[in-house]
């Protein structure tokens, strides 16, 4: 069961990649007993190989940030198929015509389709600090 650390790390990569204006965003939730390496696929797309080297860094930069750092990147050079590794997610951004070709969202069609929002980890309530109320004055004799 992914945690909330992982949903949250996984949010703070589709955000880079919606930021730099990635195209078909798709999030996949992976099945265990599917043989699964990983919890979640972001999938996204770049219209050329700037913009894809360009998404691919931006995640790579705020998940560093956040002290996050890939265990693999592969094809960032060639900007068709750049895969960023991150043990519990993988972020894949494609051109598009190697996206068609690979189709991983059919090739991982049994994974469940996730919108961002529902990876978004409820916001903790704030707690009520509680306050001792005042003592009442008393009057001095006077």
């Known amino acids: 069961m ?6 949250r ?9 919606q930021d730099k204006k990635a195209e078909g965003l798709t ?10 390496f ?5 999938i996204c797309s770049g219209t050329n190989p700037r913009q894809i080297q360009a998404i691919a860094d931006e995640v790579e930069l705020r998940l ?11 094809g960032y050079r060639q900007a068709e198929w750049v895969l960023l590794d991150y043990a519990d ?8 015509r190697a996206r068609r070709y ?11 389709r996730l919108d961002p929002a529902e990876l978004k980890t409820p916001a903790k309530r704030p707690t009520k600090k509680r306050t001792l109320a005042a ?4 009057k001095r004799a006077g």
Do not use: M
């Not at 790390?9 to 990649?17: K, L, N, P, S």
């Not at 990983?38 to 972001?42: A, E, I, L, M, R």
């Open 2 to 7: 992914p945690t909330n650390e992982t949903k």
């Open 9 to 17: 790390q996984v949010t703070e990569a589709i955000t880079a990649c």
């Open 27 to 36: 999030i996949l939730e992976l099945e265990k007993g599917s043989g699964a």
């Open 38 to 42: 990983t919890d979640y696929f972001v």
């Open 64 to 74: 560093k940030r956040a002290g996050l750092y890939p265990l693999n990147v592969e």
């Open 89 to 96: 997610f993988v972020v894949h951004v494609f051109a598009e």
């Open 102 to 112: 690979y189709e991983l969202e059919r090739l991982w069609k049994s994974a469940k």
């Open 135 to 138: 003592a009442p004055r008393r």
